[in-house]
């Protein structure tokens, strides 16, 4: 096996279109990572300084009312992990701005792709878009005529002659062209690593972004050697592994991913919010509308206090009163915000079951996911987003309720030391060991296709067409 | 000419008799249909939204024209929000901007999925508020796009015409005979020119049909003709620089596997690599905008425009608003602060004007530069040409933002005018309202 992989390999490099391409292609993996990585710092420094900016304003706020301060709110901008140098994933069409204030949980506003003309529909040119796309092709190139030129030049017959089995010798030239995809990947891999400022969460990422891709690529290449045995001719073999590249990755994502949409529908924003606008009114189960609500943490307040009117508490209740309607806005946003996020989740997971019958899908979903640039870790930035905005409100209603200000009293302030000493925002990329059973899907579905890939080579390959 | 009628039936022949192609080729048109599906149902679900905001609206309306016969009859109880004030009779005046789908929806979805298309416009909206933002949406989905037309015809359609040519005249080289072919008293070139035409005109019959279909299930005729014209010029134009390329890569071909190899790069190069290069050097060249800006004004000047004392806010009022001069309350120096409190947004709107401006130019910019390397990106070219046609690009949302700040401007000039002049709305004055915002 390891001579007919060597002897491959001494047939491939006499070739000088392919030492030609090669060189092209490291050159192009190379500059497509420094790029990619320069392009990630800058935005990731654009993206601290609005922070910075933001945080500013916010520790030199004049002195003023707690609630005032809770309107004039805070933003959160979204981060990118150092892997959105390698895919975008869903970064350039997502919202990078979120404002959090008080009484309304507000959307992400300003992606990338709203602010310009309409560029690429297959993305900027990452690694990921040559690892998904160029390579593969790449592969397959090399492999389609892998056995069906030696028929065509009747040196099958010799070899078979010569003693060497018929499934061992499209497996190794199967494997040869597999180890020249893995060797393009580890390059990529290894420029991401050496400048891209490499923690031990990007390494273990970047070593199952290789493990994802390296697989895909032996499906890939053993799909094509398998074509080229099957097949009486190259061109046979050439046009129906295209055709079966370009059902992959152009047809079926695109088909698939609409399909889903329609199957679970998410609501439209009108409908979305008329319904969580009437909730906070009315109550969460239609019979808990406001003003009685109000009452209840009126007497319950009066009742602590054991007093008999708003105006002897020694607290400011608007400010309780506030917090309780945040909290009560929170669980209707909960709700609903949960009902979006299972719906989005079901999408997710019938749009990863189609790996079983297209594994360039899986690839794209954990390519995504180990880049930190799919939807998990969108929605992760947005639950922990909310999550400082209800700490954040929860503070200033606190003060306005305890700080020492009365029921009414709606000039009292408190000046920036308070301010101050609320704590930034600041958002850290989960850990993939998090959101590993995700993907759980996308990589058996993938290992799936090696297994049949495999079996196909070593069973399916017609010899009797060959000789 | 018999000849190349006669080249015109073995190639009909070689079509019918190939499996491969008629399997694409279904699947084309398979393809075509379910992206104009999409697109149609997309209009459709616009159409219903937005009829269903118009019906809310004018549900909205009576109950307030109903709230003016209680106050002209004394049974309405005085409210937090009193009506017959200006200011919070135009705050219930329902006032939308919808950006009406095109009919050439159906041909193309462009950056529709990246806007919202509709919005509730008050005095204190932006054309940057979170409703102008797209719908809420998968984000992976959004991300790998929707099979519209668009994508069908700048996509898949060269890849179809791969697959149908991608042996004509390299069969002959594969199997050795193609010299005999020339034996017949043609050339090369004719004879390869043929054999394209026949294609050329059996897909772009297939497209026309199809698109002519969903033209008049749609209704674009009734006022949207020159536009599907426009589309039809640009699909053929597109089918031609795709068959222009390819009759040179076969011409040059030394086998089938050849072209094929040649023909696929070709697309990769043309359809993903350098679009995507440029959307790289873009991203580099102008990065994404936090909006930062926008955000000191809305949020910090508008916040220092309130601190200002009344008299000041009073001279800049006038002074950015000349018609006020004439009105009942310009040369009240103790105007009342209600007045100039109803008033502040007219000032924010001006600070928010000048920024969204700063904003535009900058996409503009940036825009610029994509347009200048549509040279090298000629398929971003065709693609953004569509999206144009159908209504759907960057600057059709453009001029609805425009007519979002329209909306803005005019609620503005009203509560102003009205303010300022301390009308009393009734009933009547109310449909002046509605009038003006319908």
Redesign the interface.
């Known amino acids: 096996m390891i001579h007919i992989i060597k002897n491959e390999w001494r047939i491939l490099l006499r070739g000088k279109i392919f030492v030609y391409s090669t060189i092209l292609f490291l050159m192009s993996l190379t500059i497509?990572v420094l790029?990619?990585i320069?392009?990630n710092k800058?935005?990731q420094l654009?993206?601290k300084k609005?922070q910075n900016?933001?945080r500013q304003?916010w520790e030199n706020l004049e002195a003023m009312n707690p609630h005032r301060a809770a309107h004039?709110?805070s933003?959160a901008?979204k981060t990118s992990n150092i892997l959105n140098s390698m895919d975008s994933?869903?970064n350039?069409?997502?919202?990078?701005?979120i404002?959090l204030e008080g009484h309304v949980q507000?959307?992400i506003?300003?992606?990338?792709?709203?602010?310009?003309?309409?560029?690429?529909?297959?993305?900027?040119?990452?690694a990921s878009?040559l690892l998904q796309?160029?390579i593969p092709?790449f592969l397959i190139?090399l492999a389609?005529?892998s056995i069906s030129n030696e028929k065509e030049s009747k040196r099958l017959k010799i070899l078979i002659l010569q003693g060497i089995s018929f499934s061992k010798l499209t497996f190794a030239k199967s494997l040869s062209i597999w180890i020249y995809g893995l060797l393009l990947l580890t390059i990529t891999i290894g420029v991401q690593l050496i400048f891209g400022d490499a923690t031990s969460e990007t390494v273990i990422r970047l070593i199952l972004i290789v493990i994802s891709y390296g697989i895909y690529y032996y499906i890939i290449s053993s799909l094509a050697t398998f074509f080229s045995a099957k097949f009486k001719?190259?061109?046979s073999a050439?046009?129906?592994i295209?055709?079966i590249w370009?059902a992959w990755t152009?047809?079926l994502?695109?088909?698939w991913?609409?399909t889903?949409?329609k199957i679970y529908p998410?609501?439209?924003?009108?409908v979305?919010k008329t319904i969580m606008k009437e909730e906070r009114l009315k109550g969460i189960d239609g019979h808990n509308p406001t003003d009685k609500r109000r009452e209840e943490i009126k007497n319950k307040y009066l009742a602590i206090y054991n007093v008999d009117s708003l105006k002897n508490l020694p607290i400011n209740f608007d400010g309780i009163v506030m917090q309780e309607d945040e909290e009560y806005g929170n669980i209707v946003w909960d709700k609903h915000f949960g009902n979006?996020y299972k719906i989005?989740q079901k999408?997710?997971e019938t749009?990863q079951k189609s790996g079983f019958f297209n594994p360039f899908a899986s690839l794209?979903?954990l390519s995504?996911g180990f880049c930190g640039t799919?939807?998990f870790h969108?929605l992760d930035f947005l639950k922990k987003s909310e999550e400082y905005r209800r700490t954040l409100i929860k503070a200033l209603n606190n003060e306005h309720a305890f700080g020492g200000a009365k029921t009414g009293d709606w000039k009292w302030t408190v000046d920036n030391t308070f301010f101050k000493s609320i704590e930034d925002f600041s958002y850290r990329n989960p850990k993939i060991s998090d959101f590993l059973s995700h993907y759980l899907m996308d990589l058996l579905c993938l290992l799936w296709w090696s297994i049949i890939t495999t079996i196909l080579i070593k069973s399916r390959t017609n010899k009797e067409l060959l000789i | 000419m018999i000849q190349y009628i006669q080249i015109i039936r073995s190639e009909y022949i070689h079509l019918i008799r190939s499996p491969?192609k008629i399997i694409?080729l279904s699947?084309f048109i398979f393809?075509l249909l379910?992206s104009c599906q999409?697109g149609y149902e997309l209009f459709k679900k616009h159409n219903i939204?937005i009829e269903?905001?118009i019906s809310q609206n004018e549900k909205n309306i009576d109950e307030m024209l109903a709230q003016y016969e209680d106050i002209v009859k004394g049974e309405q109880k005085k409210l937090r929000r009193d009506p017959t004030i200006p200011y919070w009779a135009i705050w219930n005046t329902p006032s939308y901007a919808f950006k009406y789908p095109s009919n050439m929806m159906v041909f193309s979805l462009?950056?529709a999925e990246?806007?919202?298309y509709?919005k509730k416009v008050t005095n204190w909206s932006t054309t940057?508020d979170?409703?102008t933002?797209?719908?809420?949406?998968?984000?992976?989905?959004?991300?790998?796009?929707?099979?519209d037309f668009n994508?069908v015809l700048?996509?898949?359609l060269p890849?179809l015409i791969i697959?149908l040519l991608?042996?004509v005249g390299?069969?002959e080289k594969?199997l050795k005979f193609e010299k005999l072919i020339f034996l017949n008293n043609i050339t090369k070139p004719r004879w390869l020119f043929i054999r394209f035409l026949f294609y050329f005109l059996v897909i772009n019959i297939l497209l026309f049909k199809l698109m002519f279909i969903y033209a008049f299930a749609t209704g674009i005729f009734q006022n949207e003709s020159f536009d599907f014209l426009n589309l039809l010029l640009i699909t053929f134009l597109y089918i031609f620089f795709w068959f222009v390329i390819f009759y040179f890569i076969n011409y040059f071909g030394k086998?089938?596997?050849d072209q094929?190899?040649k023909m696929?790069?070709t697309w990769?190069l043309l359809?993903?690599?350098i679009?995507?290069?440029?959307?790289?050097i873009?991203?580099?060249k102008?990065?994404?905008?936090?909006?930062?800006d926008y955000?000191?004004v809305d949020?910090?000047m508008s916040?220092d425009i309130f601190e200002l004392p009344t008299d000041t806010v009073r001279i800049q009022l006038l002074k950015a608003f000349p018609f006020l001069e004439k009105t009942y309350f310009s040369d009240d120096i103790n105007i009342d602060k209600s007045v100039i409190n109803k008033s502040i947004s007219g000032l924010v709107n001006i600070e928010n004007k000048k920024i969204s401006s700063v904003i535009e130019s900058s996409?503009e910019e940036?825009?610029k530069f994509?347009?200048s390397l549509y040279l090298i990106n000629p398929i971003?070219a065709f693609?953004?040409k569509i999206?144009s046609i159908a209504r759907n690009?960057?600057?059709s949302?453009l001029t609805y933002r425009k007519h979002i700040q329209s909306i803005i401007d005019k609620k503005i000039e009203i509560i102003l005018k009205d303010t300022w002049n301390n009308i009393t709305v009734d009933s009547k004055r109310y449909a002046y309202y509605v009038k003006n915002f319908k």
């Open positions: 497509t790029l990619g320069s392009q800058n935005q654009l993206q609005a900016h933001m304003k004039y709110g933003y901008f994933g869903i350039d069409i997502t919202g990078n701005v404002k507000n959307e506003l300003y992606s990338e792709a709203s602010q310009s003309l309409s560029i690429s529909k297959f993305g900027k040119l990452k878009l796309y160029v092709l190139f389609f005529g001719s190259s061109t050439l046009s129906s295209l055709a370009i152009i047809f994502p695109k088909i991913g609409n889903v949409e998410l609501p439209s924003r009108k979305f979006n989005l999408q997710k749009y794209q979903s995504m799919d939807m969108h | 491969f694409s699947l393809a379910y999409n939204e269903s905001i462009g950056q990246q806007y919202g509709y940057f979170s409703d933002a797209e719908e809420i949406a998968n984000p992976e989905r959004l991300a790998i796009g929707t099979l994508f700048i996509y898949l890849i697959i991608f042996n390299g069969l594969d086998n089938s596997s094929a190899l696929i790069s990769i359809s993903i690599i679009p995507g290069s440029i959307h790289q873009t991203s580099i102008y990065p994404v905008n936090y909006m930062i955000i000191d949020r910090d916040n996409n940036k825009n994509i347009r971003l693609q953004n999206n690009d960057y600057y949302y």
